[in-house]
């Protein structure tokens, strides 16, 4: 499925429901920390070993929450007119001028401290 497709999807299950009206970017931004937060309370206070376990047996449960911070993404950003795709290959490039291989291989150094 092509991200098109994929948010056409998205937004008309939204408008066949009538909550395009309660889908404010405000809205959609909390909803989409909320949504994040439940992905991290697979992997709160868990040792790398339990978040190993957690993967295996609830992967569907993890998938879900994953799913759900997507669509509240994608809504967010058509909704304040941002198309997703490029914005995240800009990112990129972006990132590749703040995370030149040479300097961040293999570390966990922010960019900033490549300069000390």
């Given at each position: 499925?092509?991200?098109d497709?994929?948010r ?6 939204r ?6 009206q ?6 959609l ?5 909320i949504e ?9 206070w ?18 879900d ?5 997507a ?8 909704k304040v ?36």
């Amino acid at each position: 499925m092509t991200f098109d497709a994929l948010r056409a999807q998205i937004l008309a299950f939204r408008d066949e429901r009538d909550w395009d009206q309660f889908h404010q970017p405000k809205e959609l931004a909390m909803a989409l920390s909320i949504e994040a937060s439940e992905l991290l309370e697979h992997f709160l206070w868990k040792s790398p070993a339990e978040v190993e376990e957690r993967i295996a047996t609830r992967q569907e449960d993890i998938a879900d929450e994953l799913a759900d911070v997507a669509v509240y993404l994608i809504e967010l950003a058509d909704k304040v007119g941002v198309d997703l795709p490029t914005a995240i290959q800009r990112k990129m490039a972006k990132n590749a001028l703040k995370y030149p291989v040479e300097k961040a291989k293999g570390s966990n150094k922010k960019y900033s401290e490549f300069r000390e």
